[in-house]
């Protein structure tokens, strides 16, 4: 595969940590990784033995939800880590680069520099839509990685499937185009990147069970891309990434029930989403709600700040993007139940009402 002459030469060179977990996965008694032969008496479950680094069966249960096969599967902590993996694998520090589309999700650059990568910042267009023709004119020889958010965080908006499809093309065989699709689940229909994996090996579509699937603080992420991609990303992740009790919530949460379960959830979000929408624009001091695809909106306030006050004084959190290219006064609010979101309109009428 031409796309591994672009990674690191000392990684592909590399030869990785070999955990006892691999060497030898089971056996009647285990005496090969300096475990305890009893489980700690304060732990819910049984925990005394190290996880296996890349679970079989959660993989291919990932790889069922995904249509795609296990080699194409990634599993690890969730999608931050595959970002991490990505930016250590292929940029060398002081002399590679790594292309992002700002406003959009910020660990791409963090990643990046804590790499030592230049971090290549292409301009949206008119309402922030992803301008294809100016990522490809940032990219230069020493760009690895493309990072694009689709539906994009915080601006909720969608990148269609033929701009990715272009981008993949354009970038064979040079850099990875890295497609992350957190909240895809939340979209109208909206077809995963995925899709493009078999005509385009040079893509890696970050998936998430942190959003849709309810499991943030489980931290359960994967990443899909090409079976020789997914193995080199294996040559540097740590020795056992997921927890045990991680990897259960993970199966869990995949059984059929569960799945029919975050299908109602999603849609719950989505007419909440709808329906919040609508209100936000309907108050006075709301200049605009960005058109979002995800489990949260973007909302341009006249007096952002006064907002953010007045929700924090009523207890309620939102997120202040405002110091994102282009977002001066926007605040980010995730979709929550219907009493939550009653309880945000509430707020934010009774402070302009007293404005
Ligand atoms: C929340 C989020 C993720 C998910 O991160 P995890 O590490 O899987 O919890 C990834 N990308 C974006 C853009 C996000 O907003």
Same mark, same amino acid.
């Given at each position: 595969?031409?796309?591994?002459?672009?990674?690191?030469?000392?990684?592909?060179?590399?030869?990785?940590?070999?955990?006892?977990?691999?060497?030898?996965?089971?056996?009647?008694?285990?005496?090969?990784? =300096?475990?305890?032969?009893?489980?700690?008496?304060?732990?819910?479950?049984?925990?005394?033995?190290?996880?296996?680094?890349?679970?079989?069966?959660?993989?291919?249960?990932?790889?069922?939800?995904?249509?795609?096969?296990?080699?194409?599967?990634?599993?690890?902590?969730?999608?931050?880590?595959?970002?991490?993996?990505?930016?250590?694998?292929?940029?060398?520090?002081?002399?590679?680069?790594?292309?992002?589309?700002?406003?959009?999700?910020?660990?791409?650059?963090?990643?990046?520099?804590?790499?030592?990568?230049?971090? /290549?910042?292409?301009?949206?267009?008119?309402?922030?839509?992803?301008?294809?023709?100016?990522?490809?004119?940032?990219?230069?020889?020493?760009?690895?990685?493309?990072? !694009?958010?689709?539906?994009? =965080?915080? $601006?909720?908006?969608?990148?269609?499937?033929?701009?990715?499809?272009?981008?993949?093309?354009?970038?064979?065989?040079?850099?990875? #185009?890295?497609?992350?699709?957190?909240?895809?689940?939340?979209?109208?229909? $909206?077809?995963?990147?995925?899709?493009? #994996?078999?005509?385009?090996?040079? /893509?890696?579509?970050?998936? $998430?069970?942190?959003?849709?699937?309810?499991?943030?603080?489980?931290?359960?992420?994967? #990443?899909?891309?090409?079976?020789?991609?997914?193995?080199?990303?294996?040559?540097?992740?740590?020795?056992?990434?997921?927890?045990?009790?991680?990897?259960?919530?993970? #199966?869990?949460?995949?059984?059929?029930?569960?799945?029919?379960?975050?299908?109602?959830?999603?849609?719950? /979000?989505?007419?909440?989403?709808?329906?919040?929408?609508?209100?936000?624009?309907?108050?006075?001091?709301? /200049?605009?709600?960005?058109?979002?695809?995800?489990?949260?909106?973007?909302?341009?306030?006249?007096?952002?700040?006064?907002?953010?006050?007045?929700?924090?004084?009523?207890?309620?959190? !939102?997120?202040?993007?405002?110091?994102?290219?282009?977002?001066?006064?926007?605040?980010?609010?995730?979709?929550?139940?219907?009493?939550?979101?009653?309880?945000?309109?509430?707020?934010?009428?009774?402070?302009?009402?007293?404005?």
């Amino acid at each position: 595969m031409k796309l591994l002459e672009r990674a690191r030469a000392e990684i592909v060179a590399l030869q990785p940590y070999s955990s006892a977990r691999m060497e030898a996965g089971t056996g009647a008694i285990m005496l090969n990784a =300096n475990e305890s032969p009893w489980p700690s008496v304060g732990a819910a479950s049984a925990l005394n033995r190290y996880p296996d680094p890349q679970p079989a069966a959660l993989r291919a249960a990932l790889a069922r939800l995904y249509s795609v096969v296990p080699a194409n599967v990634l599993v690890g902590r969730g999608s931050d880590e595959a970002i991490d993996l990505l930016v250590r694998a292929f940029c060398r520090a002081g002399s590679d680069a790594v292309v992002t589309a700002p406003p959009t999700f910020g660990m791409y650059a963090v990643a990046a520099r804590i790499q030592g990568a230049t971090v /290549i910042e292409a301009p949206r267009g008119d309402g922030f839509v992803l301008d294809g023709q100016a990522i490809l004119a940032a990219v230069t020889d020493t760009t690895k990685l493309v990072f !694009v958010c689709t539906p994009n =965080n915080p $601006t909720g908006d969608v990148v269609p499937l033929a701009v990715l499809a272009h981008l993949a093309g354009a970038l064979r065989d040079r850099a990875v #185009l890295v497609v992350d699709e957190a909240y895809i689940e939340f979209g109208d229909d $909206t077809q995963s990147a995925i899709s493009l #994996l078999s005509r385009h090996d040079n /893509i890696a579509v970050l998936r $998430t069970l942190s959003k849709a699937h309810a499991l943030a603080a489980a931290r359960v992420g994967a #990443l899909i891309a090409a079976a020789p991609v997914v193995a080199l990303l294996r040559r540097i992740q740590a020795p056992y990434p997921l927890p045990a009790p991680s990897i259960a919530a993970a #199966l869990a949460a995949l059984e059929p029930a569960a799945l029919a379960d975050t299908d109602a959830r999603i849609a719950r /979000i989505r007419g909440e989403r709808d329906r919040l929408a609508r209100s936000l624009l309907a108050l006075p001091g709301v /200049i605009a709600v960005f058109a979002s695809a995800a489990n949260f909106l973007c909302v341009r306030f006249a007096d952002a700040p006064g907002a953010y006050r007045a929700l924090a004084t009523a207890g309620i959190v !939102v997120r202040d993007v405002g110091g994102y290219p282009g977002l001066s006064g926007c605040l980010r609010i995730t979709v929550g139940a219907a009493k939550e979101n009653a309880a945000l309109l509430g707020a934010l009428g009774a402070c302009e009402a007293a404005a």
